[in-house]
């Protein structure tokens, strides 16, 4: 009961303050003049993605006794969140979608911004198989592996940037939907749209982990190992933020921020912390598990891909992401 009770109020945390977030997010984008790719793929991946890039650093660097235990906790964490968005989370939009607009409604993102997340993306995980099939002993290959997702995040956030000007020519710049919600209280003016998305994301930090902290005690009932655990479990509750606000965004219409939000954290994840992770940890897949996230959420990126470069994106569609997270736990619950 008292976990049950944790986890409903860490929800209402984060659904309140993704909420704030969004708000506040859409009106510091409006007045910095950038493209929505450039508010959804960065600004709001990259804040709403600290709750899974805080979890396995903790878990690695200042967790429990079990060195063994920290480390399995730590991969999968970092493996899991890309799992989790391009499965679970995509086929949550889609049920969205299908049940608000419509199943065979087609989303239409746009279209470079897109691309490029999804492409990064593919491109950086591919680079993060290679590092964990390299031998034992290659220490110093796998530094070059890490140094080069670090590099290829910086150029993509360059591209990404050089990008935004032509887009919001083009009538793709963010636009604030509603006032921000502290106007009333503090004035309408950058400083208090900042100190609101400020106050939005440590309300969705403490959320998170207080969902992840709910989640384990009542996950102790069910004699789940660490690894499978930080796999399925830790990312349900870290990626809420990026579900809660990219089903936010879809119900207004705002098919660019919503998908920016994930893919955008996609990369972000799929470069600066299994680079992080590569310095820090023995970097290999030691069990299937872990291999098989790796493969399954490349496989609903390339799905999404595919979709939107076919002009198929819509709600019916991304069930099959879905499917692929069932794969997982189909995996998990046999083996």
């Known amino acids: 009961m008292e976990a049950g009770l944790m986890l409903l109020v860490a929800l209402v945390f984060i659904f309140v303050a993704a909420e704030l977030f969004t708000n506040a997010l859409e009106c510091v984008g409006e007045r910095m003049g950038v493209s929505e790719g450039v508010t959804g793929s960065i600004f709001a991946a990259v804040g709403t993605a600290l709750p899974e890039t805080i979890v396995p650093i903790v878990a690695i660097?200042?967790?429990?006794?079990?060195?063994?235990?920290?480390?399995?906790?730590?991969?999968?964490?970092?493996?899991?969140?890309?799992?989790?968005?391009?499965?679970?989370s995509l086929c949550l939009i889609g049920a969205?979608?299908?049940?608000?607009?419509?199943?065979?409604t087609t989303l239409k993102?746009?279209?470079?911004?897109?691309?490029?997340d999804v492409k990064v993306f593919l491109l950086a995980y591919t680079l993060v198989i290679v590092a964990a099939v390299l031998p034992v002993s290659w220490h110093d290959a796998r530094l070059l592996v890490a140094c080069t997702l670090f590099v290829i995040y910086f150029m993509y956030l360059l591209r990404t940037m050089h990008a935004s000007k032509t887009l919001v020519e083009e009538g793709h710049g963010t636009e604030a939907d509603s006032d921000l919600y502290f106007k009333r209280f503090a004035g309408d003016t950058t400083p208090v749209a900042v100190a609101q998305l400020v106050l939005a994301?440590?309300?969705?930090?403490?959320?998170?982990?207080?969902?992840?902290?709910?989640?384990?005690?009542?996950?102790?009932?069910?004699g789940v190992g660490a690894l499978v655990l930080s796999l399925l479990i830790v990312p349900i509750a870290t990626e809420l933020p990026e579900k809660?606000?990219?089903?936010?965004?879809?119900?207004?219409?705002?098919?660019?921020?919503?998908?920016g939000n994930i893919t955008g954290a996609m990369v972000f994840q799929g470069t600066m912390i299994?680079?992080?992770?590569?310095?820090?940890?023995?970097?290999?897949?030691?069990?299937?598990?872990?291999?098989?996230?790796v493969?399954?959420?490349?496989?609903?990126?390339?799905?999404?891909?595919?979709?939107?470069s076919s002009g198929r994106l819509n709600g019916k569609m991304l069930f099959f992401n879905g499917i692929l997270y069932l794969v997982f736990i189909v995996y998990a619950v046999i083996l």
């Open 61 to 88: 660097l200042a967790g429990g006794a079990s060195i063994q235990v920290n480390h399995a906790v730590g991969m999968g964490a970092i493996l899991g969140a890309p799992f989790m968005l391009g499965t679970l």
């Open 295 to 308: 493969v399954l959420a490349i496989a609903g990126s390339a799905w999404l891909w595919f979709l939107e």
């Open 244 to 259: 809660v606000n990219s089903i936010l965004w879809i119900k207004k219409g705002r098919d660019t921020l919503a998908f």
């Open 109 to 116: 993102p746009e279209s470079t911004g897109f691309r490029r």
């Open 274 to 293: 299994p680079g992080i992770g590569m310095l820090l940890l023995p970097w290999h897949f030691q069990s299937g598990y872990a291999a098989l996230a």
């Open 201 to 222: 994301l440590a309300v969705l930090v403490s959320g998170a982990k207080l969902f992840v902290h709910g989640i384990e005690t009542t996950s102790t009932y069910l």
């Open 96 to 104: 969205f979608v299908g049940i608000k607009r419509g199943w065979n």
